[in-house]
């Protein structure tokens, strides 16, 4: 990963800004951040404002998956504000130590079904997702298996650092069966249903996926209600 590690003595909010355009306030708790160490991808700030703006302010309940020294969920505090409901779980218990400070943390696997579902029952319910975890293929499933059916309507799930999807250490490869991105693809055709004959590969969730945005290193799940498709010609 060294081969893509920013300069220490350049200036990460101006690479941002200049590569993306980007100047929301997210840019500043990153790259102004003083506290505990965040470590993000440039590229993946404008991208968070893109799907977690809608959710600020407002009594969002966020789980973040990988909590590792707290600095994200401390980020997330400040940007997400004090009606969030904010939880973090790790699987290594050094993390608990972080427990109640910007958020809820709380020590067990990713792949952990049981696990998952105390977690959001303790939350009261779910909006949004991000997994920043192991980032092992099977670990990625297990916890969308788990977390996108119990997603509210409107929630948003994303997962980061898939370029592991290519890793074989992390599960993945370039032409692997168990390459996140062919799971992408099967949630894509799953989309699509009403226009083949194959039916839902996956029963459980294939038929609410109403938007599915893949960006470098980052899938992006919707949750809205999904309806037969319609078309009408109006006019003259
Ligand atoms: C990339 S770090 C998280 C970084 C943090 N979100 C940030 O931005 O500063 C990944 C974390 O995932 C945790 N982790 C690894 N395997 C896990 C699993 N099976 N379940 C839950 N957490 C896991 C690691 O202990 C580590 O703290």
């Keep these: 990963m060294k081969k893509y590690r920013f300069d220490e003595n350049a200036d990460v909010a101006e690479d941002i800004r200049s590569k993306y355009g980007f100047d ?12 505990v160490v965040v470590h993000k991808w440039h590229h993946y700030i404008p991208i968070y404002e893109r799907y977690f703006a809608q959710f600020r302010d407002r009594p969002v309940r966020f789980l973040e998956i990988g909590v590792n020294k707290g600095g994200s969920l401390q980020m997330w505090r400040r940007y997400f504000g004090e009606a969030a409901t904010l939880y973090g779980i790790d699987i290594n218990p050094e993390c608990a130590q972080f427990d109640g400070q910007a958020g809820q943390v709380r020590i067990g696997s990713q792949a952990d079904p049981e696990f998952l579902n105390g977690v959001v029952d303790e939350m009261g319910g779910i909006d949004l997702v991000l997994d920043d975890g192991s980032h092992r293929m099977p670990h990625v499933r297990a916890s969308f298996e788990v977390l996108y059916p119990r997603l509210e309507t409107g929630g948003v799930y994303m997962i980061e650092d898939l370029h592991t999807a290519y890793y074989p250490k992390f599960g993945g490869g370039y032409r692997s069966r168990d390459n996140f991105f ?46 037969r498709p319609v078309h009408s010609r109006v006019g003259e």
Excluded: C, T
Aim: avoid cysteine.
């Design 24 to 35: 929301g306030e997210l840019l500043d708790l990153f790259a102004g951040n003083k506290g």
């Design 182 to 227: 062919v799971f992408a693809r099967e949630l894509v055709d799953d989309m699509h249903q009403w226009y083949h004959n194959k039916g839902l590969r996956h029963e459980a969730y294939g038929g609410h996926v109403s938007g599915l945005h893949i960006h470098d290193s980052i899938a992006v799940i919707d949750k809205q209600p999904v309806h």
